[in-house]
């Protein structure tokens, strides 16, 4: 046997072998390939592509009635405070931003950046009540900021128009020996655009069973907003103030009972205003129907008299003739008329008065 012809055989054979099993597996692979998720193209965007636009913040609208939303203008439940050395110096109002009415504290920016805090002071008891007031655990409110100056340094840029970061806390004194309690500390971010949105903040009475919480002997029960570490000239805004009990239920308003009240004493002076304005017309057409009636009077009197002198004056020439009875007949008779003429016309001055009275009684 040739065995070299035979290793090369088999040699020849066992190559043809190992390339039908790499194309068999080759062939397998893509078969499981087809029952797999086909893989997404790699993605060829770039970053400046997929930067989605930045829009600038909207505000936060109230979904609980019992909400103080500043919408009416009202705020004499606000107050500020400046007597301590780091208070910044304002005004408060109730302005328009974004859309939205909130109460604005006007920085006048004469007290510096550094360590300066913007105050307000709420009243609850104004808000709620004293019983209302005694039952609040826990106070939500929106915090907003406006740029007024363009001084904000931030790490991309200087000169910016921003408020910057935004911050602060609050406290209260509460019933338990005027004790001063302070509630957690609320911080919203950095904020780029003119106006930042709403940092939403909640002070709490966590101490409340311990009597550290407000009470109904309380004659004035308030609480201090403040804002800290302001970056930037700003004004500060507060919206959406909500009180809620120790089941985390709303609190109602007092104060939306008083605008009530002062919306039906409005309604019933307007309505008083009308029933005056209608007693002045009624008294107005009556003064003129009984001027109408007394020149109707006068003008048959006048003719009765133009009448009877007409007659005398020609009395002597023709009271011995024939035409005399005549005449004086005509005379009585245009009498009566005229009388029973004033009769009607008192008649109907009369039923206008009558209608006008009832008038009044009606709209009384």
């Given amino acids: 046997m040739n065995y070299k012809s035979f290793i090369a055989g088999a040699m020849a054979f066992a190559l043809v072998a190992c390339a039908a099993g790499c194309s068999e597996k080759q062939s397998s692979d893509s078969k499981q390939d087809t029952n797999k998720e086909t893989t997404a193209p790699a993605d060829t965007t770039t970053a400046e592509d997929t930067t989605e636009e930045i829009l600038p913040p909207e505000p936060v609208e109230a979904t609980d009635p019992n909400t103080v939303t500043f919408d009416d ?26 859309g939205n009415k909130m109460l604005r504290f006007a920085d006048d920016n004469t007290v510096p950046l550094d360590g300066k805090v913007q105050k307000v002071i709420i009243s609850a008891t104004k808000l709620l009540g004293s019983e209302g007031a005694a039952k609040v655990r826990s106070i939500e409110f929106d915090l907003y900021a406006q740029a007024t100056a363009d001084h904000l340094k931030t790490d991309d840029a200087e000169g910016v128009r921003a408020p910057g970061w935004i911050g602060g806390g609050g406290g209260t004194v509460t019933a338990k020996d005027d004790k001063w309690y302070d509630f957690k500390e609320f911080s919203g971010g950095e904020y780029n655009f003119e106006t930042s949105g709403n940092v939403h903040a909640v002070f ?26 302001i970056a930037n000239e700003s004004d500060m805004y507060i919206d959406n103030i909500v009180f809620y009990d120790e089941d985390g239920k709303s609190i109602p308003l007092t104060y939306q009972k008083s605008k009530m009240e002062q919306f039906e004493e409005a309604a019933k002076e307007k309505a008083s205003q009308a029933k005056a304005e209608f007693d002045d017309k009624v008294e107005e057409a009556k003064a003129e129907s009984e001027k109408i009636g007394e020149e109707m ?25 024939e035409e005399y009875e005549r005449v004086k007949a005509q005379i009585a008779e245009a009498e009566a008329k005229i009388n029973e003429d004033t009769a009607k016309a008192r008649e109907a001055i009369e039923e206008v008065s009558k209608a006008i009275e009832e008038a009044k009684k009606k709209n009384s």
């Fill in 297 to 321: 009077k006068a003008e048959y009197e006048k003719a009765v008299s133009d009448m009877k002198t007409k007659f005398e004056n020609t009395k002597a020439d023709f009271e011995n003739s």
């Fill in 73 to 98: 203008g009202v705020y004499d439940f606000v107050s500020t405070r400046n007597e301590d050395k780091d208070c910044a110096s304002g005004t408060i109002s109730v302005v328009e931003l974004m």
């Fill in 204 to 229: 709490k009475f966590l101490l409340a069973d311990d009597g550290q919480c407000w009470s109904e002997d309380m004659e004035d029960a308030n609480f201090l907003i403040m804002r800290w570490g």
